[in-house]
């Protein structure tokens, strides 16, 4: 008797993914944080994409569909570039002196972006249905607003 395929799971769900619109990729681009910083390994800086965005849009877009659909996240970009700022009034003989911070290229954050907006707008529409005190990692609320409540009952 022969085995049973994946594909006879009834647990498996469809795994069409969208393709990248251009305005995910436009939101994603104009929400880099580090328009002015140092590159990554890749040595391409934010402001680089910022600027040539136009030109670029189509083959971020296709790749950033084909890494969706393949469910691959490129390894190149999940290496970082390790930088030690140094923190004032420290002897700089000291290792607690720095600060180490890893520096990513730009194109992998644009694609961690959009899949955290993907996931943020999917739990909005079909997300689990949320008590209205719960105002952790919920869009639009926070700790003031838990504040405000017990202050004004």
């Known amino acids: 008797m022969a085995s049973p395929s994946a594909t006879d799971s009834p647990e498996e769900e ?13 939101a994603a681009v104009s929400r880099l944080r580090a328009k002015n910083t140092a590159p990554g390994p890749d040595g391409v800086p934010g402001r680089a994409l910022v600027l040539a965005l136009k030109e670029l849009e189509p083959q971020l877009r296709g ?22 700022l140094r923190k004032e009034g ?29 996931l ?10 949320l008590d209205e005190n719960q105002f952790g990692f919920r869009r639009g609320r926070s700790t003031i607003d838990v504040w405000r409540i017990r202050l004004c009952k």
């Open 14 to 26: 469809s795994t069409d993914v969208p393709e990248v619109t251009q305005t995910e990729t436009r």
């Open 63 to 84: 790749l950033f569909t084909a890494c969706l659909e393949q469910g691959q996240f490129p390894s190149v970009w999940k290496e970082g570039r390790l930088v030690l």
């Open 90 to 118: 420290r002897p700089a003989d000291s290792p607690s002196a720095y600060r180490p911070i890893v520096l990513l290229d730009e194109a992998g954050k644009l694609l961690e972006r959009i899949i955290a907006d993907r």
């Open 120 to 129: 943020v707008s999917h739990l909005c529409r079909e997300g689990p249905d």
